[in-house]
C-alpha cells in the first residue's frame, strides 16, 4: 500500500471557522490531489499540485487554498467554512513521470468534514 | 465536463456478468477506473490509453472506444468481493495529470 496518510480523520467545527487538512506521503510522488466526494457527485477535484509550490485549481476550488512547502505534506486550507463544504475529503498521489503517461493515484483514507 | 456513468446501480447474483458504461462529452486521453468499498478509499483497477494500451485485473477488463469518447468496464462471472462503488475518471486535456471523475456506479453481488 501507497504511504499516504490524512489528518484529522473525522473534524466537526462551525460556520466561519478556519480548517486545516493535512495529506502526508512517504512515497516521493510528484502529484498530489484533493478531492471532495459528495452523494450524487463522485469524487471531484478541489486542487492539485505538481511539484513544490506548484499548485493549480480544479474543478470546485472556490472557497479552499492549498499549499505544498515540501514534497511529502499538501494542506488543505478552509479559509471560512461554511455547511456546504460539509463532505469526505480524499487526498491522493500519483508518480507519472513524463508528459503522455498516466499512472494510477492512490488515495488516503480520508477526512470526514462536518461543519455546522 | 463529467463524464456520464450507465447504469447508476446494479444489483446481481454472484456469477452473473455486468458491464458499467462511461461516456464523456469530451475527447478523451486515457480513462481510469477505481472501485470504493463502503467507508473506504477508491482503489485503482485499470488505465486504458488512446491508442489501446490497456492495463487490468485477470477477471475485470475494459475497452476504450476513442471515437465514441467511452469506455465500458466488464466484469464476469462476477464475486462477493466485487460489490462497491465503481467510478472512471477521464483526462480530456493531453498531457494533464488530473482526473475527471463520473459520478459512480453502485454494483451488489448477492449470494
Known amino acids: 500500500d501507497a504511504g499516504i496518510t490524512q489528518s484529522p480523520r473525522h473534524k466537526v467545527t462551525e460556520t466561519g471557522t478556519p480548517v486545516t487538512l493535512r495529506c502526508h506521503q512517504t512515497?516521493?510522488?510528484?502529484?498530489m490531489y484533493w478531492y471532495r466526494q459528495d452523494p450524487g457527485h463522485g469524487l471531484r477535484l478541489i486542487h492539485y499540485?505538481?511539484?513544490?509550490?506548484?499548485?493549480d485549481k480544479g474543478e470546485v476550488s472556490d472557497g479552499y487554498s492549498v499549499s505544498r512547502s515540501k514534497t511529502e505534506d499538501f494542506l488543505l486550507t478552509l479559509e471560512s467554512a461554511t455547511s456546504s463544504q460539509t463532505s469526505v475529503y480524499f487526498c491522493?498521489?500519483?508518480?507519472?513521470?513524463?508528459?503522455?503517461?498516466?499512472?494510477?493515484?492512490?488515495f488516503g483514507p480520508g477526512t470526514r468534514l462536518t461543519v455546522l | 465536463q463529467q463524464p456520464v456513468q450507465s447504469p447508476q446501480a446494479v444489483i446481481l447474483r454472484e456469477g452473473e456478468d455486468a458491464v458499467i458504461n462511461c461516456s464523456s462529452s469530451?475527447?478523451?486521453?486515457?480513462v481510469h477506473w477505481y472501485r470504493q468499498k463502503h467507508g473506504e478509499a477508491p482503489v485503482f483497477l485499470m488505465i486504458?490509453?488512446?491508442?489501446?494500451e490497456q492495463k487490468g485485473h485477470e477477471k475485470i477488463s475494459a475497452s476504450f472506444n476513442e471515437k465514441k469518447q467511452q469506455s465500458s468496464l466488464y466484469l464476469t462471472a462476477s464475486q462477493l468481493s466485487y460489490s462497491g462503488t465503481y467510478f472512471c475518471?477521464?483526462?480530456?486535456?493531453?498531457?494533464?495529470?488530473?482526473?475527471?471523475f463520473g459520478q459512480g456506479t453502485r454494483l451488489t453481488i448477492n449470494p
Open positions: 491522493a498521489i500519483s508518480s507519472s513521470l513524463a508528459t503522455d503517461t498516466y499512472n494510477e493515484q492512490f
Open positions: 512515497e516521493n510522488h510528484r502529484y
Open positions: 499540485s505538481y511539484g513544490v509550490k506548484d499548485t
Open positions: 469530451k475527447a478523451l486521453y486515457s
Open positions: 486504458l490509453l488512446k491508442g489501446g
Open positions: 475518471g477521464t483526462v480530456i486535456i493531453q498531457g494533464a495529470q488530473k482526473l475527471v
